[in-house]
């Protein structure tokens, strides 16, 4: 029987039951503190996410996507960088889209109640 590479075991090949990252969130988001900064910034990394996924489904490298914005490689990784403490602006946000390729589209929803 071949072992599972993604099995939690230790090197005496016992298995050990670690949380995984998902229990991890779970228990921390029964923090209210916590839960309340995860939704703050659940906007900014799901922006995030977004942008480096159409860079990638463009098949850009961010130099690529720099040289395409005619700006430098350091100004597209911080603009990814969930991290950064800059907010990029609407304009930049549009540019970038349009140089990968897509249209920039603005959606609102209703607030879910807390």
Do not use: H, W
């Not at 075991?9 to 998902?22: L, Q, V």
């Not at 597209?76 to 349009?98: C, M, Q, W």
């Amino acid at each position: 029987m071949q072992a599972n590479p993604c099995q939690n075991a230790d090197e005496r090949g016992i298995e050990m039951n670690r949380p995984t990252f998902g229990d991890f969130k779970k228990a921390a988001l029964t923090r209210p503190e916590v839960k309340a900064e995860y939704e703050r910034l659940a906007a900014t990394y799901e922006l995030r996410k977004k942008l480096i996924g159409i860079r990638k489904a463009a098949g850009l490298t961010q130099e690529q996507m720099a040289r395409a914005l005619k700006t430098q490689k350091s100004n597209i990784s911080r603009l990814e960088n969930v991290d950064s403490k800059n907010s990029p602006t609407l304009s930049t946000i549009e540019r970038y889209a349009n140089a990968a390729g897509f249209e920039l589209e603005i959606n609102f929803v209703p607030q879910r109640p807390s």
